[in-house]
């Protein structure tokens, strides 16, 4: 059942022991929600614990020093930025169906939760996030606003995608006035980058292929090589990108086997061009602009099949 900003602020009232739950391969989004309203609720002296399918990423540990570790048991689920029970991941399909309130930005959310809040008009699931610590007259401090703003920003590729709204910009900028540090987490999250992944951009280069008389550029990367350069699974998001960033390419595909012939599609696509849709054939979702799927099979009829369905899109042959 659909609830409003209301409904959830009195659900949260009349709660007491929160877990919230992220989704796999966690992003700045799912993070930044949860732990912004982890600490929000914990302003509120509720027992609250954030979890995750994977290890979070080094580079996202800022958001979450001040939080609370407490044990307890939970009473009340929620989740943030997931669209489906599928991104729970392994570990938390316990939860699956006993999710109490979803709280997400995806125009695909599957509807899973006993009750939901979607949104897809908000850039980041932290824009809704900000609307209910707002209805919770739980003030936002620096740590609160650091996790909005992070969410805002690497949701909308730092304020660049089609996403962004004047209202994104507007969030933000209060975020600032309450002690974001907008550089440092910008630079952190879009401007630092280790060898390894310096070594998986010089590869993707190499290795990429365009199609459609340069509309489609399609990067693939097998597991061997991604081994060979030693990279993180939660180190490779930022190549996906790179494709639809050539003048010209308005699909760009990023293929990245994770095991054994089981590959991870991401899909970005020119704003006339939905990349979700693209997706959802394939099973996976997104956005308009951004989506991915997981795909199991020997690479060369993957490609076969993707290019199948971009012919339907772009016209001619690959
Ligand atoms: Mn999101």
């Not at 709204?165 to 910008?186: C, L, P, V």
């Not at 879009?190 to 459609?212: C, G, M, P, V, W």
């Not at 991915?292 to 290019?307: L, M, N, S």
Request: net charge negative; glycine share 6%; with cysteine.
């Amino acid at each position: 059942m659909e609830v409003d900003l209301k409904e959830i602020v009195d659900l949260l009232n009349n709660h007491n022991n929160f877990y919230i739950l992220t989704h796999l391969s966690p992003d700045g989004d799912t993070l930044g929600s949860a732990y912004a309203l982890c600490l929000a609720l914990q302003k509120l002296n509720k027992n609250v614990k954030v979890l995750c399918n994977d290890e979070i990423p080094e580079k996202y540990s800022f958001l979450y020093k001040d939080v609370k570790l407490q044990n307890f048991k939970p009473e009340f689920i929620i989740s943030t930025d997931v669209a489906d029970t599928k991104l729970l991941g392994d570990k938390l399909a316990i939860y699956s169906n006993k999710v109490d309130l979803c709280i997400d930005h995806h125009v695909l959310n599957s509807k899973f939760a006993d009750l939901w809040y979607i949104d897809p008009n908000a850039a980041a699931t932290c824009e809704i996030i900000f609307s209910i610590i707002n209805n919770l007259n739980v003030e936002i401090d620096k740590d609160i606003a650091t996790c909005i703003y992070t969410g805002i920003s690497t949701d909308t590729g730092c304020f660049r995608h089609i996403n962004a709204t004047s209202k994104s910009y507007r969030i933000a900028a209060e975020m600032i006035d309450h002690g974001a540090d907008a550089f440092s987490i910008n630079r952190l999250m879009f401007d630092t980058k280790t060898k390894a992944q310096l070594e998986l951009e010089r590869l993707a280069i190499e290795k990429i292929e365009f199609s459609f008389e340069g509309k489609c550029a399609m990067i693939i990367l097998t597991k061997d090589e991604l081994d060979k350069i030693g990279i993180k699974d939660s180190d490779t998001n930022g190549i996906s990108s790179m494709p639809r960033g050539i003048k010209g390419v308005l699909i760009g595909i990023t293929l990245r086997e994770k095991e054994k012939n089981v590959f991870k599609a991401s899909v970005r696509t020119d704003e006339t061009i939905d990349a979700s849709m693209i997706c959802s054939q394939f099973g996976g979702g997104g956005h308009k602009c951004a989506a991915g799927f997981i795909i199991q099979g020997c690479i060369f009829e993957i490609k076969e099949k993707i290019q199948d369905c971009i012919a339907k899109i772009l016209g001619g042959k690959a």
